[in-house]
T-cell receptor, first 110, second 113 residues
Framework: NAGVTQTPKFRVLKTGQSMTLLCAQD?????MYWYRQDPGMGLRLIHYSVGEGTTAKGEVPDGYNVSRLKKQNFLLGLESAAPSQTSVYFC?????????FGDGTRLSIL | DQQVKQNSPSLSVQEGRISILNCDYTNSMFDYFLWYKKYPAEGPTFLISISSIKDKNEDGRFTVFLNKSAKHLSLHIVPSQPGDSAVYFCAASEEGAGNMLTFGGGTRLMVKP
Protein backbone atom coordinates (compact mmCIF):
# COMPACT_ATOMS: atom_id res chain seq x y z
CA ASN A 1 0.00 0.00 0.00
CA ALA A 2 2.63 2.56 -1.05
CA GLY A 3 0.18 5.14 -2.46
CA VAL A 4 2.20 8.23 -3.40
CA THR A 5 5.96 8.04 -2.89
CA GLN A 6 8.27 11.04 -3.08
CA THR A 7 12.05 10.94 -3.35
CA PRO A 8 14.21 12.32 -1.91
CA LYS A 9 12.75 13.25 1.50
CA PHE A 10 15.35 15.93 2.21
CA ARG A 11 17.83 17.82 0.09
CA VAL A 12 20.11 20.83 0.47
CA LEU A 13 21.20 22.65 -2.65
CA LYS A 14 23.39 25.61 -3.43
CA THR A 15 22.00 28.51 -5.42
CA GLY A 16 22.22 27.77 -9.13
CA GLN A 17 22.28 23.99 -8.81
CA SER A 18 19.69 21.85 -10.50
CA MET A 19 17.77 18.85 -9.28
CA THR A 20 14.75 16.67 -9.98
CA LEU A 21 12.12 15.56 -7.48
CA LEU A 22 10.42 12.27 -8.26
CA CYS A 23 6.84 11.34 -7.52
CA ALA A 24 5.50 7.84 -8.07
CA GLN A 25 1.94 6.58 -7.54
CA ASP A 26 0.69 3.02 -7.68
CA UNK A 27 -3.06 3.75 -7.76
CA UNK A 28 -3.35 4.09 -11.55
CA UNK A 29 -4.53 7.69 -11.14
CA UNK A 30 -4.86 9.92 -14.17
CA UNK A 31 -4.24 13.21 -12.40
CA MET A 32 -1.01 14.22 -10.68
CA TYR A 33 0.00 17.48 -8.99
CA TRP A 34 2.98 19.27 -7.49
CA TYR A 35 2.47 21.74 -4.63
CA ARG A 36 4.75 23.76 -2.43
CA GLN A 37 3.94 24.56 1.17
CA ASP A 38 5.24 27.70 2.81
CA PRO A 39 4.40 28.93 6.33
CA GLY A 40 0.97 30.54 6.55
CA MET A 41 0.28 30.09 2.85
CA GLY A 42 -1.14 26.61 2.69
CA LEU A 43 -0.33 24.54 -0.37
CA ARG A 44 0.09 26.28 -3.70
CA LEU A 45 -0.13 24.43 -6.98
CA ILE A 46 3.02 24.53 -9.12
CA HIS A 47 2.15 22.28 -12.08
CA TYR A 48 -0.26 19.48 -12.73
CA SER A 49 -1.00 16.73 -15.24
CA VAL A 50 -4.33 15.32 -16.37
CA GLY A 51 -2.78 12.30 -18.05
CA GLU A 52 0.38 10.69 -19.39
CA GLY A 53 2.25 13.07 -21.66
CA THR A 54 0.32 16.17 -20.55
CA THR A 55 1.30 18.97 -18.19
CA ALA A 56 -0.15 22.36 -17.28
CA LYS A 57 0.81 25.35 -15.18
CA GLY A 58 -0.63 25.97 -11.77
CA GLU A 59 -0.58 29.03 -9.55
CA VAL A 60 3.21 29.35 -9.06
CA PRO A 61 4.98 27.68 -12.02
CA ASP A 62 7.94 30.04 -12.51
CA GLY A 63 11.34 28.41 -12.01
CA TYR A 64 9.99 24.87 -12.29
CA ASN A 65 9.49 22.35 -15.07
CA VAL A 66 7.66 19.03 -15.04
CA SER A 67 7.37 15.89 -17.10
CA ARG A 68 4.89 13.00 -17.14
CA LEU A 69 6.45 10.43 -19.44
CA LYS A 70 4.82 7.52 -17.61
CA LYS A 71 1.38 7.48 -16.04
CA GLN A 72 2.73 6.52 -12.63
CA ASN A 73 5.52 9.12 -12.46
CA PHE A 74 5.52 12.91 -12.26
CA LEU A 75 8.88 14.70 -12.13
CA LEU A 76 9.47 18.22 -10.87
CA GLY A 77 12.66 19.94 -12.00
CA LEU A 78 14.50 22.99 -10.75
CA GLU A 79 16.94 24.11 -13.45
CA SER A 80 18.69 26.81 -11.41
CA ALA A 81 17.71 26.72 -7.76
CA ALA A 82 17.08 29.99 -5.90
CA PRO A 83 16.71 30.62 -2.14
CA SER A 84 13.04 31.55 -2.76
CA GLN A 85 12.46 27.93 -3.72
CA THR A 86 13.26 26.74 -0.21
CA SER A 87 10.05 24.97 0.74
CA VAL A 88 8.35 21.66 1.39
CA TYR A 89 7.15 20.09 -1.85
CA PHE A 90 4.18 17.75 -1.98
CA CYS A 91 3.05 15.53 -4.79
CA UNK A 92 -0.53 14.32 -5.08
CA UNK A 93 -2.54 12.08 -7.37
CA UNK A 94 -6.22 11.49 -7.96
CA UNK A 95 -8.81 9.87 -10.19
CA UNK A 96 -11.23 12.67 -9.29
CA UNK A 97 -11.67 13.96 -5.78
CA UNK A 98 -10.04 13.77 -3.30
CA UNK A 99 -6.34 14.03 -3.98
CA UNK A 100 -3.93 11.69 -2.21
CA PHE A 101 -0.64 13.15 -1.03
CA GLY A 102 2.89 11.91 -0.54
CA ASP A 103 4.85 12.74 2.61
CA GLY A 104 6.76 15.60 1.03
CA THR A 105 10.30 16.63 0.13
CA ARG A 106 11.96 19.27 2.30
CA LEU A 107 14.23 21.33 0.07
CA SER A 108 16.65 24.00 1.29
CA ILE A 109 18.49 26.30 -1.09
CA LEU A 110 21.54 28.02 0.37
CA ASP B 1 -5.25 37.57 -3.36
CA GLN B 2 -6.08 34.35 -1.51
CA GLN B 3 -9.33 32.81 -2.72
CA VAL B 4 -9.56 30.51 0.31
CA LYS B 5 -8.81 31.88 3.75
CA GLN B 6 -8.54 30.37 7.19
CA ASN B 7 -8.39 33.37 9.46
CA SER B 8 -7.45 31.53 12.64
CA PRO B 9 -3.84 30.29 12.53
CA SER B 10 -4.35 28.28 15.71
CA LEU B 11 -7.05 26.93 18.00
CA SER B 12 -6.79 25.33 21.42
CA VAL B 13 -9.58 23.12 22.76
CA GLN B 14 -10.07 20.92 25.80
CA GLU B 15 -10.45 17.19 25.22
CA GLY B 16 -14.09 16.20 24.92
CA ARG B 17 -15.23 19.65 23.83
CA ILE B 18 -16.21 20.76 20.34
CA SER B 19 -13.61 22.10 17.90
CA ILE B 20 -14.86 24.49 15.22
CA LEU B 21 -12.55 25.36 12.37
CA ASN B 22 -13.62 28.02 9.90
CA CYS B 23 -12.89 28.73 6.25
CA ASP B 24 -14.00 31.52 3.91
CA TYR B 25 -13.78 31.68 0.14
CA THR B 26 -14.27 34.37 -2.47
CA ASN B 27 -14.65 32.47 -5.76
CA SER B 28 -18.35 31.79 -6.39
CA MET B 29 -17.40 29.16 -8.99
CA PHE B 30 -16.12 26.80 -6.30
CA ASP B 31 -18.54 23.89 -6.05
CA TYR B 32 -16.70 21.29 -4.00
CA PHE B 33 -14.95 21.69 -0.68
CA LEU B 34 -12.63 19.43 1.26
CA TRP B 35 -10.89 19.32 4.61
CA TYR B 36 -7.45 17.79 5.02
CA LYS B 37 -5.58 16.94 8.19
CA LYS B 38 -1.81 17.14 8.39
CA TYR B 39 0.58 15.79 11.00
CA PRO B 40 4.22 16.98 11.12
CA ALA B 41 6.52 15.34 8.58
CA GLU B 42 3.58 13.73 6.80
CA GLY B 43 1.48 14.63 3.81
CA PRO B 44 -2.06 15.96 4.12
CA THR B 45 -4.71 13.25 4.47
CA PHE B 46 -8.27 13.66 3.29
CA LEU B 47 -10.81 14.04 6.08
CA ILE B 48 -14.23 14.99 4.75
CA SER B 49 -15.79 16.83 1.83
CA ILE B 50 -19.00 18.53 0.78
CA SER B 51 -20.59 19.38 -2.53
CA SER B 52 -22.20 22.77 -3.07
CA ILE B 53 -25.60 21.11 -3.49
CA LYS B 54 -25.51 20.19 0.20
CA ASP B 55 -25.24 22.28 3.34
CA LYS B 56 -24.03 19.56 5.69
CA ASN B 57 -22.03 16.35 5.56
CA GLU B 58 -21.31 14.16 8.55
CA ASP B 59 -18.78 11.37 9.09
CA GLY B 60 -18.49 10.08 12.63
CA ARG B 61 -17.12 12.83 14.86
CA PHE B 62 -16.58 15.16 11.90
CA THR B 63 -19.23 17.40 10.34
CA VAL B 64 -18.72 19.98 7.64
CA PHE B 65 -21.22 22.81 7.17
CA LEU B 66 -21.46 24.94 4.05
CA ASN B 67 -23.11 28.36 3.87
CA LYS B 68 -23.00 29.31 0.19
CA SER B 69 -24.58 32.74 0.60
CA ALA B 70 -21.87 33.68 3.08
CA LYS B 71 -19.16 31.76 1.18
CA HIS B 72 -18.23 30.10 4.45
CA LEU B 73 -17.63 26.55 5.58
CA SER B 74 -16.77 25.10 8.92
CA LEU B 75 -15.53 21.80 10.31
CA HIS B 76 -16.91 20.60 13.63
CA ILE B 77 -15.14 17.89 15.61
CA VAL B 78 -17.16 16.43 18.46
CA PRO B 79 -15.86 15.25 20.85
CA SER B 80 -12.31 16.45 20.32
CA GLN B 81 -9.50 14.03 21.13
CA PRO B 82 -5.76 14.63 21.69
CA GLY B 83 -5.06 12.64 18.50
CA ASP B 84 -6.96 15.31 16.57
CA SER B 85 -4.11 17.75 17.23
CA ALA B 86 -2.82 18.62 13.76
CA VAL B 87 -2.95 21.30 11.10
CA TYR B 88 -6.25 21.41 9.21
CA PHE B 89 -6.50 22.75 5.68
CA CYS B 90 -9.67 23.57 3.84
CA ALA B 91 -9.58 23.35 0.06
CA ALA B 92 -11.93 24.19 -2.78
CA SER B 93 -12.32 23.23 -6.41
CA GLU B 94 -14.50 24.15 -9.35
CA GLU B 95 -16.05 21.92 -11.97
CA GLY B 96 -13.85 21.02 -14.91
CA ALA B 97 -10.70 22.71 -13.63
CA GLY B 98 -8.54 19.60 -13.80
CA ASN B 99 -9.63 18.74 -10.27
CA MET B 100 -7.26 21.44 -9.04
CA LEU B 101 -7.54 22.40 -5.39
CA THR B 102 -7.09 25.85 -3.89
CA PHE B 103 -5.99 25.63 -0.27
CA GLY B 104 -6.39 27.87 2.72
CA GLY B 105 -3.41 28.68 4.92
CA GLY B 106 -4.28 26.11 7.58
CA THR B 107 -5.32 26.15 11.23
CA ARG B 108 -3.26 24.40 13.89
CA LEU B 109 -5.57 22.60 16.32
CA MET B 110 -4.30 21.67 19.75
CA VAL B 111 -6.51 19.41 21.86
CA LYS B 112 -5.45 19.44 25.50
CA PRO B 113 -5.98 16.33 27.64
Amino acid sequence: NAGVTQTPKFRVLKTGQSMTLLCAQDMNHEYMYWYRQDPGMGLRLIHYSVGEGTTAKGEVPDGYNVSRLKKQNFLLGLESAAPSQTSVYFCASSSGKPQHFGDGTRLSIL
Amino acid sequence: DQQVKQNSPSLSVQEGRISILNCDYTNSMFDYFLWYKKYPAEGPTFLISISSIKDKNEDGRFTVFLNKSAKHLSLHIVPSQPGDSAVYFCAASEEGAGNMLTFGGGTRLMVKP
